[in-house]
């Protein structure tokens, strides 16, 4: 009777793991499903359409030559069809030795021409730092830090570094800066050795990442975005090395990571919430419970870094911050159409200048501050106000859905397919000429240039993401899912939420191990060759 017993909960274990396996299978390719939708929608925006960035952050969308980008793709893989040899003698790690000192090299470069000079929420937070050495927190009273609490994590950061390199020194920031972006191609291309396993993938990684010169320009802009970037990496490989070897150590490293992470960058939350739908997956597969604790873990870590940091700054201060203004303002924001909105007033104005141009549909507005000022900063009013606009916006798109097509499509596109990521615009924008060579970066010879670079690099990256979805769908695994998440969970944040060009640079980093495998599959493929007739 006992064996029988033992032969049933055996059975029934059995049973139980063999749907495990179905459910989590079924995730993955959900999940790699949805991101090679959103990236075929990429490729054929990008080849028929690009984005135009001006001074004021106004963007047009413009038409592009479709059988350039086609031309310009087709030249690329016959390229790598050619040097297909080549490549099978280059040792991967003197290749991505090379790549991190000519990302130094070239970043020096450029931050000896360009200006460091922060404006906007980054001199907000270097300003406030300055000030909090010194005790002096007076930069603390203002709105700014009332509307957006989570800024804080950048002043604790800036903080840091003040101490170590003195206040003002934005060139020390900048160089730090360019170490970031250096640590997040190391992390970058270790998770491309993990997730493919294949050295000519990891090759075509460290070359595409070459090309990519939008980051190395960003390097400029005094924030926590490479900072996050790089650390959010590093923090996906290590929950890799978890989900690949079982150490749960692995895991701690990550979850703490992820955690410093968000505080440089809020949105780096994305990441942690794909790192633990991930681990959810990997509980269903595997039934192990760390991987729950793990998820846990890593939330509340998050949660409590972010929490004494403005804890400690109300105690040494004195001030109360209190919530700030709802995030869904910002969903809010991402959801407006200020030509709309003038349209309706009958305030539209004659197209022709920059001038002229309606900030476009979801990018940044002010909406935040407004809410914030019309009702004097009170939490409830805030939320109540947010709660209106955002059922008018949504009951605007219930009402209208071929205007809410067009509207989500041209704001992805504005995104998504400006090929700069404001990686110029970012110095560009204080005005102020350190000489005419600098100058030719924004508006003369190189300014032309690499926009018809940019352009064509894009629509390569997205190209070889659709391509390599393709190819993942047909077996993904949680490596390559994670990754395939982040980029997925971008996508999906900034269709709602506030949406600038910058905001994207990150996930495009994060499509280049993708891209490369797509063209590497198109160059490996072996088509199934004709059987000779009878005679």
């Not at 491309?192 to 990684?205: H, Q, S």
């Not at 949105?267 to 192990?288: P, T």
């Not at 203004?325 to 959801?335: F, H, K």
Request: aromatic content about 14%; proline content about 2%; hydrophobic content about 50%.
């Amino acid at each position: 009777m006992k064996e029988n017993i033992n032969a049933m909960e055996t059975k029934t274990k059995i049973h139980a793991f063999k749907y495990s396996d179905q459910i989590s299978n079924i995730i993955m390719i959900v999940i790699c499903g949805l991101l090679l939708v959103a990236s075929v929608f990429l490729c054929a925006g990008s080849m028929a359409s690009t984005t135009t960035l001006h001074l004021s952050e106004q963007v047009e969308l413009v038409e592009d030559n479709v059988l350039k980008n086609i031309f310009v793709i087709g030249v690329f893989l016959v390229l790598l069809k050619l040097f297909k040899g080549f490549f099978k003698k280059i040792n991967p790690m003197i290749a991505a030795v090379a790549l991190l000192a000519y990302v130094g090299i070239f970043g020096a470069f450029w931050l000896s021409t360009a200006n460091l000079t922060p404006i906007a929420d980054s001199k907000v937070i270097c300003d406030t730092a300055a000030g909090t050495v010194q005790n002096d927190f007076i930069l603390l009273q203002d709105a700014y830090f009332k509307i957006s609490p989570y800024q804080l994590g950048g002043v604790f950061i800036c903080e840091f570094l003040t101490r170590i390199f003195g206040a003002g020194n934005y060139m020390a920031y900048a160089v730090l800066n360019i170490v970031w972006l250096d640590l997040a191609y190391a992390a970058l291309i270790w998770i491309t050795r993990v997730i493919f396993n294949k050295k000519g993938v990891e090759l075509l990684t460290i070359v595409l990442l070459a090309g990519c010169l939008q980051p190395i320009f960003f390097c400029t802009l005094i924030y926590g975005n490479l900072m996050g970037l790089a650390l959010s990496l590093w923090a996906v490989l290590f929950e890799l090395f978890y989900l690949k070897t079982g150490k749960k150590k692995m895991m701690i490293i990550s979850a703490a990571l992820i955690s410093v992470a968000i505080l440089a960058k809020l949105n780096c939350a994305i990441v942690l919430i794909a790192m633990c739908v991930i681990l959810v997956v990997h509980f269903i597969k595997s039934r192990k419970w760390f991987s729950l604790v793990a998820v846990a873990c890593a939330v509340l870590m998050s949660v409590t870094v972010s929490g004494l940091v403005k804890l400690s700054y109300e105690a040494r201060s004195g001030i109360r911050f209190g919530e700030g203004v709802p995030q869904l303002a910002w969903a809010v924001m991402g959801m407006q159409d200020e030509a709309l909105e003038q349209a309706n007033q009958e305030e539209e104005k004659q197209k022709g200048t920059e001038e002229d141009l309606a900030l476009f549909p979801g990018w940044y507005n002010s909406y935040n501050i407004e809410v914030y000022l019309e009702n004097d900063g009170d939490q409830e009013a805030m939320k109540a106000q947010v709660n209106r606009d955002l059922k008018e916006r949504l009951d605007l798109f219930g009402s209208d859905s071929a205007y809410a097509l067009t509207f989500f499509t041209n704001k992805a596109l504005s995104q998504w397919n400006e090929p700069t990521f404001e990686s110029l615009w970012v110095s560009e924008r204080n005005g102020v000429l350190l000489s005419d060579f600098a100058d030719e970066f924004y508006k003369g010879f190189y300014k032309n240039l690499l926009d018809i670079y940019f352009n064509f690099y894009v629509s390569l990256i997205f190209f070889g993401l659709a391509v390599g979805m393709l190819f993942i769908i047909k077996k993904p695994d949680m490596g390559i899912t994670l990754l395939a998440l982040i980029i997925l969970g971008g996508f999906v944040y900034h269709l709602i939420f506030e949406a600038k060009s910058q905001y994207i640079l990150p996930y495009f980093i994060m499509m280049v191990p993708f891209a490369a495998y797509g063209f590497y599959s198109l160059v490996h493929l072996k088509l199934p060759r004709r059987k000779a007739l009878k005679r």
